[in-house]
């Protein structure tokens, strides 16, 4: 996928986003970076104040499974009120399942202290709280004990390619941008 990417966070400046890909057990990477990081963008000084990180990604994956299709997991950081880098916010989406341009706004959110004490702490010594591994915001398990504050949006432009999905019984044709179906066994048999 070639990604230009759209971050919203009206209260921040001066931004950095991190990516990586998450992805299952039967997916490979053949070509291209799975993880990598953007130049700092500022907001134009217009009305719009928009930020945009205009670096592509290109990378090619393998499997013979849908099972675990890739995620991209964006980690966005900038500095705070003493010049420290933190994180501004956390988000991932699928990669799409059909082939063609697509735009995905992903809502971010980030970890918060849960109790008063640990929030003025950790805002006095400027280490707010972060994930060790940002690939956890793509994963199910232990999120449900985490306290977190929606933060932002970021939009990422996606040009999918698919190769031989019809050959594993995969029809992702882009009359149904939503939601890819599994081909019937039904009706590849007919009677005679």
Same mark, same amino acid.
């Given at each position: 996928?070639?990604?230009? $990417?759209?971050?919203?966070?009206?209260?921040?400046?001066?931004?950095?986003?991190?990516?990586?890909?998450?992805?299952?057990?039967? @997916?490979?990477?053949?070509?291209?970076?799975?993880?990598?990081?953007?130049?700092?963008?500022?907001?134009?000084?217009?009305?719009?104040?928009?930020?945009? @990180?205009?670096?592509?990604?290109?990378?090619?994956?393998?499997?013979?499974?849908?099972?675990? @299709?890739?995620?991209?997991?964006?980690?966005?950081?900038?500095?705070?009120?003493?010049?420290?880098?933190?994180?501004?916010?956390?988000?991932?989406?699928?990669?799409?399942?059909?082939?063609?341009?697509?735009?995905?706004?992903?809502?971010?959110?980030?970890?918060?202290?849960?109790?008063?004490?640990?929030?003025?702490?950790? @805002?006095?010594?400027?280490?707010?709280?972060?994930?060790?591994?940002?690939?956890?915001?793509?994963?199910?398990?232990?999120?449900?004990?985490?306290?977190?504050?929606?933060?932002?949006?970021?939009?990422?432009? $996606?040009?999918?390619?698919?190769?031989?999905?019809?050959?594993?019984?995969?029809?992702?044709?882009?009359?149904?941008?939503?939601?890819?179906?599994?081909?019937?066994?039904?009706?590849?048999?007919?009677?005679?």
């Amino acid at each position: 996928p070639c990604l230009p $990417f759209l971050p919203k966070f009206p209260a921040f400046d001066d931004l950095y986003c991190k990516y990586c890909f998450v992805y299952g057990h039967d @997916w490979a990477p053949t070509t291209g970076l799975e993880e990598g990081i953007s130049q700092i963008t500022s907001k134009n000084r217009d009305a719009q104040q928009a930020l945009v @990180w205009n670096f592509p990604i290109d990378i090619t994956f393998k499997s013979t499974n849908p099972s675990g @299709w890739p995620q991209i997991v964006v980690s966005v950081y900038g500095p705070d009120l003493f010049g420290n880098d933190v994180v501004r916010g956390y988000g991932a989406v699928h990669v799409p399942f059909t082939p063609g341009s697509h735009r995905r706004t992903i809502p971010m959110f980030v970890p918060e202290s849960t109790s008063k004490l640990q929030k003025i702490t950790s @805002w006095l010594i400027g280490r707010h709280p972060e994930f060790t591994d940002p690939k956890v915001v793509a994963q199910g398990e232990g999120r449900e004990v985490i306290t977190v504050r929606s933060q932002g949006f970021v939009t990422i432009s $996606f040009n999918v390619v698919t190769k031989d999905m019809k050959k594993l019984g995969y029809d992702v044709s882009p009359s149904d941008m939503q939601n890819p179906s599994v081909v019937s066994l039904t009706d590849g048999i007919h009677n005679h």
